[in-house]
């Protein structure tokens, strides 16, 4: 099956915002949780924000929570992370992940498909 595809990163300066897309292969209208992970230099990649199974359940990061928005278009088959206020800490390669019923929503390990995902640089 088709993997995922992100596309939306870029450079942007601290206090600015990103809007992110993920074209979701077909799975926006089945049982798939479909979410953002991001990895930083040097550090593991980490859970940012999913939508849940049924569509409709989100759930955040601390560390976004209150400047990340997930959101879903259906009809256009796609997943969007509005981040706002970005930090320099928020730099990383950001992924979009899905994952079949019904592991654990946070842990990378349990999405199935990845994309190649693309870079946010937050300069100080």
């Known amino acids: 099956q088709a993997q995922p595809v992100e596309s939306g990163g870029g450079l942007v300066q601290a206090g600015g915002s990103l809007r992110l897309s993920c074209a979701a292969s077909?799975?926006?209208?089945?049982?798939?949780?479909i979410g953002w992970f991001r990895r930083a230099p040097g550090k593991e990649r980490e859970f940012v924000a999913v939508?849940?199974?049924?569509?409709?359940?989100?759930y955040y990061a601390g560390s976004v929570k209150g400047r990340f928005t997930i959101s879903r278009d259906n009809a256009k088959d796609s997943v969007f992370l509005q981040m706002n206020n970005l930090k320099p800490e928020d730099t990383a390669v950001y992924y979009c992940?899905?994952?079949?019923?019904?592991?654990?929503?946070?842990?990378?390990?349990?999405?199935?498909?990845w994309g190649q995902g693309t870079q946010v640089t937050v300069s100080s």
């Open positions: 077909g799975r926006t209208n089945s049982n798939y949780a």
């Open positions: 939508f849940g199974w049924s569509g409709i359940h989100t």
């Open positions: 992940a899905v994952q079949k019923c019904c592991g654990q929503l946070y842990s990378s390990h349990e999405y199935d498909y």
